[in-house]
Structures are given as C-alpha cells and as structure tokens.
C-alpha cells in the first residue's frame, strides 16, 4: 500500500534550519509529482512546494521562496525540503503528498502521511 513517511521536524529558533524527510513506498514514486503541504493551527491546508517527477521542475509558495528548497531522490524514492530562515509564521504541521490538486479551493490529494511538526519558538 502507498505509504508516505515524513521525519525531521522540531524545535527551531527563529532564523534556524531543518531539513525534512519523505519516505515514499508502495508505488512508482518517478511516476508523481510530489508536494509538502502544511498546515498552522487554526489555519487551512497549504501547499508550500512541489517537484516535478523527472525532471527539476518545482513549484514554491511566495511566503517560502528563497529559503526552502525541494529535492527529491528517485534512486531512493524519497523528499526532502530544506528550510532556511525559519520564521514563527512557519510553525505548523508539515506533510508530504502525492497528487494533489485545489478543488474549490481545497486542496486534495490521494495521499498525504501523517505529518511532522515544526515549531520555530525562541
């Protein structure tokens, strides 16, 4: 079954870095474009990157650009999203997913893990 695995989350002080971690299984991974999505307390589900699935096509949101970065490994079916200058407007739950689309003005996709927190405090 697909599965989606993400890691690396914590406790940040503001301007600090975390990388995390998707581990993907259960399907092609080279055949999806993935995406970190996240989501603040109180706050709707955001897209925040995506990647293309062969080639280095990706896609960041404006709060996000030039401070993460997308990267994935098709070798090992995993991605990554580095994040730099870490800001408290970036606390929130961070999942990784796979197709996911906006349908009235949600965002839906077929898969989604768990989700890993990022809290950035000082």
């Known amino acids: 079954q697909v599965q989606l695995v993400e890691s690396g989350g914590g406790l940040v002080q503001p301007g600090g870095s975390l990388r995390l971690s998707c581990a993907a299984s259960?399907?092609?991974?080279?055949?999806?474009?993935m995406f970190w999505l996240r989501q603040a307390p109180g706050k709707a589900l955001e897209s925040v990157s995506s990647?293309?699935?062969?080639?280095?096509?990706?896609w960041y949101a404006d709060s996000v650009k030039g401070r993460f970065t997308i990267a994935r490994d098709n070798a090992k079916s995993t991605v990554t999203l580095q994040m730099n200058g870490l800001m408290s407007e970036d606390t929130a739950v961070y999942f990784c997913?796979?197709?996911?689309?906006?349908?009235?003005?949600?965002?839906?996709?077929?898969?989604r893990g768990q989700g890993t927190q990022v809290t950035v405090s000082s």
């Open positions: 997913a796979r197709t996911c689309v906006v349908v009235d003005g949600e965002i839906r996709c077929d898969y």
């Open positions: 259960g399907f092609t991974f080279t055949n999806y474009r």
């Open positions: 990647i293309n699935s062969r080639d280095p096509n990706t």
